[in-house]
């Protein structure tokens, strides 16, 4: 890809029309714009901000994402997880939901862009990588679950109330069940009971847009909001103004944390749609640039008064399986989302709030997925244990779920260190397949009475230095008369100060005791590390060998015979 491509990925897009024709974005334009206004709605307010500002950052934020990114297909939007962090983010601040947030919505979207823009703009995406599957997957079961009890009460009538312990505001809102409507609860319930079944019956039909037409007519018929049921009521027309996010540097100081989690889980959820994407249509996507689009979407959602955005995963998938090839499909997505706000917001006045919990509860099902932390834990303790502490953490900080992020970042990064101090060591014996393997798992004989094999899997650092020590001089008294320890070194792929250190210390030491260290299968860079820093010169003439064959041959000449 040439760099005016690479910088701006859309220029890219005429020979994609070209080979491919527009049927596809087109189509696939529309049908995402069907699924994302209601969502758009229904996110706004699991953020707990107004519905029309879902719709603000359906608009703009897409626009900007979907130029300057570089996986056509992803859609880009308000999206469930990320609205929960919002308002887990912003709603303490406030005291609890209204327009007295919207400026701390602006000011995370601001931070969160500006982080990952300059991540993508450094060239350092690989930074996200530090948070594990495991620790990721059970965050976000997690977050779907606290989700789920978040939009019960709503789904039922009922208020939830906004306190520092979610299952206890959960508690409440269950108190009330004496104050249930009937209408609410048919409303709330009906819709989940018919998106579900348009979901396994109908799968193509577009099963959120006709729920929420269908509600919404009955709704303004029955005068549900008369009655007192909760409606989303008026949604301004027209597009939204420049906005400017409070500047505030204690605000800003107070943000910024969960600005950090914002811009790192949002970009793996658009990651994990980008991957599985470009997997299947062939095209590459750059990681960095994905990290600038989707910062400069959350930038311009800063300005034009939305909230936060990501790329979600199932309008992605649609625009996938409509045949999406560029970001056009988003253009057309967001075109769809300018007519509704210029003509059509006053249809959405009678759409019952417990429609809302009902898509939203719908669309967050499809996150819960246990199979995940089954299988790590099945494949390691560590990350089993490292996905069920964050799940626990998450819960139990919530609504403040960024701590549990936080939780298993931490316990991911010590893990990764634990495991790095303790790396696999073995001695080895010649196998009857000809080469040498670990000796106790095979129950194979030294290679000679007076040489042993110390095999080292790992880059001979600070991390594991005292660990490397610890084997050689393990290795040196495996058995009586030792005289030559032999390091099979293809697994030592770099070396550090430490480790130079800790080598010219064992090379003297050994030397004291009438003994000789040796190496096979050294690596060039390790070889040149050992050279500037002069231990070459002490080791380099027993340690240039390529196998534990070779080095055999050269070596067992060299040893005493045996006392009779």
């Known amino acids: 890809m040439s760099r005016p491509h690479r910088l701006l990925p859309f220029l890219a897009w005429p020979a994609q029309w070209r080979e491919h024709g527009l049927r596809g974005d087109l189509v696939a334009g529309v049908t995402v714009a069907l699924v ?3 969502q758009a709605l229904a996110y706004a307010k699991l953020a707990g901000l107004p519905p029309h500002i879902g719709l603000y950052a359906a608009l703009l ?116 069940l004496d104050a249930l409507q009937p209408a609410a609860v048919a409303f709330g319930v009906g819709s989940l009971a018919a998106l579900v079944a348009l979901k396994r019956l109908w799968p193509r039909l577009p099963g959120v847009p006709l729920v929420v037409a269908a509600t919404t007519a009955i709704s303004a018929w029955s005068g549900f909001a008369a009655q007192g049921g ?3 009521g008026e949604v301004p027309a027209g597009l939204p103004g420049l906005s400017l996010p409070p500047l505030h540097p204690e605000l ?14 949002s970009f793996m959820e658009a990651a994990s749609s980008a991957k599985l994407i470009s997997g299947r249509t062939r095209q590459p996507w750059d990681q960095d640039q994905e990290l600038v689009g989707q910062g400069l979407g959350k930038l ?4 034009t008064g939305g909230l936060p955005v990501s790329a979600s995963f199932s309008r992605s998938a649609l625009n996938y399986v409509n045949e999406a090839r560029t970001g056009l499909s988003s253009l057309v997505t967001a075109a769809f989302v300018l007519v509704t706000l210029l003509w059509f917001t006053p249809l959405l006045w009678h759409l019952p709030k ?16 246990t199979g995940v932390m089954r299988r790590a834990w099945r494949a390691s303790r560590d990350d089993g244990a490292a996905a069920a502490v964050t799940f626990l ?50 129950d194979l004989p030294h290679p000679h009475a007076q040489l042993v094999i110390l095999r080292f899997d790992s880059p001979l650092s600070f991390v594991t230095a005292a660990t490397f020590e610890d084997a050689m001089l393990g290795a ?39 003994q000789t260290i040796a190496f096979c299968g050294l690596k060039k860079q390790v070889i040149d590390a050992m050279e500037r820093d002069g231990v070459w010169t002490r080791i380099g003439k027993h340690s240039s060998y390529r196998t534990e064959h070779q080095a055999l041959d050269a070596l067992l000449p060299t040893l005493p015979a045996p006392a009779r």
């Open 252 to 265: 800003i100081a107070t943000l910024l944390p969960a600005a950090f989690v914002v811009a790192m889980v």
């Open 393 to 442: 953490a998450t819960l139990a900080f919530a609504p403040n779920i960024q701590n549990g992020v936080f939780t298993g970042l931490i316990l991911s990064l010590a893990l990764l260190v634990y495991r790095g101090m303790r790396p696999r060591v073995a001695l080895l014996g010649l196998h009857e397949d000809g080469t040498y393997r670990d000796r106790e798992r095979f």
């Open 476 to 514: 040196a008294r495996a058995q009586d008369g030792v005289k030559i320890v032999l390091v099979s070194a293809a697994g030592i792929n770099a070396i550090d100060a430490t480790g130079l250190h800790t080598l010219a210390s064992l090379v003297e030491r050994f030397h004291v005791q009438d």
């Open 61 to 176: 934020p897409a626009v900007v994402a979907a130029l300057f990114g570089s996986c056509g297909q992803l859609s880009t939007g308000p999206v469930a997880l990320t609205s929960l962090l919002v308002g887990a983010s912003i709603l303490p601040l406030a005291g609890g939901p209204g327009e007295d947030v919207a400026g701390f919505a602006l000011l995370l979207a601001l931070l969160s862009g500006l982080i990952q823009l300059a991540l993508g703009v450094l060239r350092l995406g690989w930074l996200l990588n530090l948070l594990s599957v495991p620790v990721l997957m059970g965050f976000v079961n997690a977050a779907a679950l606290i989700i789920c009890l978040t939009q019960l009460p709503p789904l039922f009538g009922l208020a939830m109330p906004h306190s520092d312990h979610l299952l206890v505001d959960f508690v409440r809102a269950l108190g009330g």
């Open 300 to 303: 311009a959602a800063a300005f």
């Open 36 to 38: 994302l206004i209601p």
């Open 354 to 369: 417990p429609v809302l919990a009902a898509i939203i509860l719908q669309a967050v099902a499809g996150l819960i997925d």
């Open 230 to 232: 909760a409606v989303v």
